[in-house]
């Protein structure tokens, strides 16, 4: 299995437009989880879902920021509008019938 | 409310040496706890999970040992090789989900040859 899977890699963009980062867990996995790593706060969740359906979004900072998952091997976190406070690295995981998770290469978010 | 941290937030070791690292929760009532591997500009590898009714988990030079009553997690590195430099993170649940994963801040590990 390639595992989860993150696109893009890096981005780079100026404050006040919108982003998209995509997901696709490993196969058969049903649970879904998106992070955000920054120096000051480490590892923070901001939302997951179980079988497509979100289940806790206690972690999304505010209005700007929103997940979708349309279907078992997609998902989408999205920031309209992006603010400077926002850059991060952005980790999307995945976890199967056993309790580990196992995380993508991130999203590197620089927002200018 | 389940917060948890790791000391050192740096460690430096000469290759060979056997090293632990440290992890303190505060709740007790854990479901389990991992500890994760972080390289530079990379992700998170999961490498051992300790359910709550065990008390070690062992991977080749890797032992993790849980204690609840102390709210103490150690990971035991054996014979530390330059390769095991990366960041260390342990984490547990919030409750009994999987979903929740509470982080450490992470202690990286320089392992000198």
């Known amino acids: 299995d390639a595992g989860v899977i993150q696109s893009p890699r890096h981005e780079v963009t100026e404050m006040g437009q919108e982003v998209t980062l995509r997901c696709k867990p490993i196969?058969?996995?049903?649970?879904l989880f998106w992070y955000r790593q920054t120096m000051m706060r480490g590892l923070e969740l901001l939302i997951y879902?179980?079988?497509?359906?979100?289940?806790?979004d206690s972690g999304m900072p505010e209005d700007r920021f929103s997940a979708k998952m349309p279907n078992a091997s997609f998902s989408t976190l999205k920031i309209q509008p992006s603010e400077p406070r926002d850059s991060a690295v952005y980790f999307c995981?995945?976890?199967?019938?056993?309790?580990?998770?196992?995380f993508g290469p991130g999203t590197r978010l620089t927002v200018l | 409310k389940q917060e948890v941290t790791q000391i050192p937030a740096a460690l430096s070791v000469p290759e060979g040496e056997n090293l632990v690292l440290n992890c303190s929760f505060t709740?007790?009532?854990?479901?389990?706890l991992q500890w994760f591997r972080q390289d530079p500009g990379k992700g998170l590898t999961s490498l051992l999970l300790?359910?709550?009714?065990?008390r070690e988990q062992t991977s080749g030079r890797l032992n993790a040992s849980l204690d609840k009553s102390s709210g103490r997690s150690t990971l035991y590195i054996a014979a530390s090789q330059p390769g095991d430099s990366a960041t260390y993170l342990c984490?547990?649940?919030?409750?009994?989900?999987?979903?929740?994963?509470?982080f450490g801040k992470g202690t990286k590990l320089s392992v000198k040859p």
């Open positions: 300790i359910q709550s009714s065990q």
């Open positions: 196969s058969g996995h049903n649970s």
């Open positions: 995981a995945s976890i199967g019938l056993a309790d580990t998770q196992y």
């Open positions: 879902f179980n079988n497509n359906v979100p289940i806790d």
């Open positions: 984490a547990s649940p919030l409750g009994r989900s999987q979903g929740n994963l509470i």
């Open positions: 709740d007790s009532a854990i479901y389990n």
